[in-house]
């Protein structure tokens, strides 16, 4: 990318897009009606004993980013005997790197400092496949809370009517042939056995060719338990913040809400906005509470971002990143 560009990115469009943000959440609050109310119960929240709904959703940070690194230690152990503690440090370096870098790729930075240097580039492979396993699984659950929330999100948005049915049909459509590639990545090392012309490049996707269907099941299913995770964290955060709302309509909102977010490209910094933004809009249609909703986008992408990523840079700290000779 030009330099020049990524200048304009980095120093004007990312802020910019900041504030504007900033501001359309700020107007959707202001709106709202019973907005001193809200601000009053929110206050007594942090009194009661509505106070344990945010300590167990601070507590789960450990079991959501434990996950991904029992996938991402399942993967890697495909050419290399990492321990699940040396993966859980990685994961949480990665979030460091990726708080700041669109789309998280800073994760993969953040994750190949941990392993031997002849072992550091093969894990963007593998480390591709559990994402995408999560992207699935977001697709997939982003897909059912369509189809259930049609008549609403019509009735609200007459503007969708014509092309709701195009949108389900077009996800379905992808959902299947991105499971139909998932499970056949093996096939991926043949083709790029194909196009790579450089045959010295073809063991950083070696890995792949031991992605048998076992292993395949067992990162998706891990990645719907930590896609469950967090819909238990925004349950308890938004009964903290008084959005009475009940807990399958908002696991149905907030799978329409992350799938808006996995198609929307952004930075970590911006997305709390853009979360923000998207859930105020979505989850009002079933609370008057845009305080509340708005509160609880922050509160979740606070503990489930920036706690990790401080504790992610401070781990980075002590690491030693020249080991071996790279390959």
Do not use: C
Request: net charge positive; proline share 3%; no cysteine.
């Amino acid at each position: 990318m030009n330099k020049n560009i990524k200048i304009f990115i980095n120093y004007f469009l990312g802020p910019l897009l900041f504030a504007w943000l900033s501001y359309a959440i700020y107007r959707q609050i202001v709106k709202q009606p019973q907005l001193e109310e809200s601000w009053l119960q929110i206050r007594q929240s942090f009194q009661s004993y509505k106070i344990i709904y945010l300590i167990i959703a601070v507590l789960l940070i450990a079991v959501n980013w434990g996950l991904e690194a029992w996938k991402w230690m399942i993967s890697v152990r495909t050419f290399y005997p990492i321990k699940f503690f040396q993966a859980f440090k990685a994961v949480l370096s990665g979030v460091s790197f990726s708080v700041t870098m669109p789309n998280r790729v800073g994760e993969y930075l953040g994750r190949i400092m941990y392993l031997p240097e002849g072992n550091r580039l093969k894990t963007i492979s593998v480390t591709l496949v559990g994402s995408f396993a999560q992207l699935l699984t977001t697709i997939i659950t982003g897909i059912v809370g369509l189809i259930v929330l049609k008549s609403t999100l019509i009735e609200q948005f007459p503007q969708l009517k014509i092309w709701y049915q195009f949108i389900v049909y077009g996800l379905v459509v992808t959902a299947l042939i991105m499971l139909l590639i998932y499970f056949n990545v093996e096939s991926t090392v043949s083709l790029f056995n194909k196009w790579i012309r450089n045959q010295r490049y073809i063991y950083l996707i070696e890995a792949l060719q031991k992605f048998h269907t076992g292993l395949l099941i067992r990162l998706l299913l891990l990645s719907f338990v930590r896609y469950m995770i967090f819909i238990i964290q925004y349950v308890f955060v938004f009964y903290l913040f008084e959005v009475n709302v009940s807990t399958p309509t908002i696991a149905t909102v907030m799978s329409v809400v992350f799938l808006a977010m996995s198609v929307i490209p952004s930075i970590a910094l911006v997305e709390v906005w853009l979360r923000g933004e998207i859930s105020i809009k979505l989850m009002g249609l079933f609370s008057m509470n845009t305080l509340g909703i708005g509160f609880t986008s922050v509160t979740v992408w606070f503990i489930n971002l920036i706690l990790p990523a401080i504790a992610g840079s401070l781990l980075i700290l002590s690491l030693r990143l020249f080991k071996n000779e790279d390959r």
